[in-house]
Every structure is written in structure tokens, then in C-alpha cells.
């Protein structure tokens, strides 16, 4: 069985100040999300539960 990932990249808003980091969200099996920072090659976190974050 092949496995495959889906990348969402976030956007940030204008009003959001300069230094909020950029992510991505990497789903690698249904229900599963890994996060990633821009420019961070010594981490990474793992999800089995995520909700969406509304302001």
C-alpha cells in the first residue's frame, strides 16, 4: 500500500506581526498531521488530534 502527504500551507495575515513563524501542516496518514517550521531541520511535531483555530 502506498503512502502518500498532503502539505497545507498556512497563510499569515497582514495585521500578524513579522516574526510568527511560517508553518506547514503535513497530514501523513488519515488523521495524522506532522508540523513544520520554515527553515527548522532539527524538529518537527506530530499529531494524532488537531482542531482548527478560529479567531
Do not use: H
Amino acid at each position: 500500500m502506498a503512502a502518500g502527504t498532503q502539505s497545507y500551507p498556512t497563510t499569515v495575515p497582514e495585521e500578524e506581526p513579522a516574526d510568527t513563524p511560517e508553518l506547514s501542516v503535513c497530514e501523513t496518514s488519515p488523521g495524522t498531521s506532522v508540523f513544520l517550521e520554515a527553515g527548522n531541520t532539527d524538529g518537527w511535531i506530530a499529531s494524532d488530534v488537531t482542531v482548527e483555530v478560529t479567531r
